[in-house]
C-alpha cells in the first residue's frame, strides 16, 4: 500500500487544517488508517484512527478539535483539525495497518502553528 499525504501548512493558533491521505487500494482493504505526529525532540504519537468499521480513536490532546474521517470511494481519509494551537505543531504521518498486519507509512507533512 502506498500512501500520499497532503494538506499541511502554516497556520495562526485557533485556525483549521485539513490533512488528507491518499492510498494506492481500496481502504476496504485496509483494517485502520491513522495519523501520528512528531515533534521536533518528541516520539512520534497517534493523533486519531479509523478501523474498516469505523471506529474511531483519538488523542486525549485533540479530542474535541480533530476528525478523522474516509472516503471509501476516493480510497482517502482525511483529518480535519481545527482549534489548533501552538502545541500542535509537528510533522504528520499517515499509517494504514492492511488485513496481513502488514503497517505502511506515508511521507510526513509538516504543520506549524504559530501567530
Known amino acids: 500500500v502506498q500512501l500520499q499525504a497532503s494538506g499541511g501548512g502554516l497556520v495562526q493558533p485557533g485556525g483549521s487544517l485539513r490533512l488528507s491521505c491518499a492510498a494506492s487500494?481500496?481502504?476496504?482493504?485496509?483494517?485502520?488508517m491513522g495519523w501520528y505526529r512528531q515533534a521536533p525532540g518528541k516520539q512520534r504519537e497517534l493523533v486519531a484512527s479509523i478501523t474498516s468499521g469505523g471506529k474511531k480513536i483519538y488523542s486525549d490532546s485533540v479530542k474535541g478539535r480533530f476528525t478523522i474521517s474516509g472516503d471509501n470511494a476516493k480510497n482517502t481519509v482525511y483529518l480535519q483539525m481545527n482549534s489548533l494551537k501552538p502545541e500542535d505543531t509537528a510533522v504528520y504521518y499517515c499509517?494504514?495497518?492492511?488485513?496481513?498486519?502488514?503497517?505502511?507509512w506515508g511521507q510526513g507533512t509538516q504543520v506549524t502553528v504559530s501567530s
Open positions: 499509517n494504514a495497518i492492511d488485513q496481513l498486519a502488514a503497517m505502511y
Open positions: 487500494k481500496s481502504i476496504f482493504s485496509i483494517n485502520v
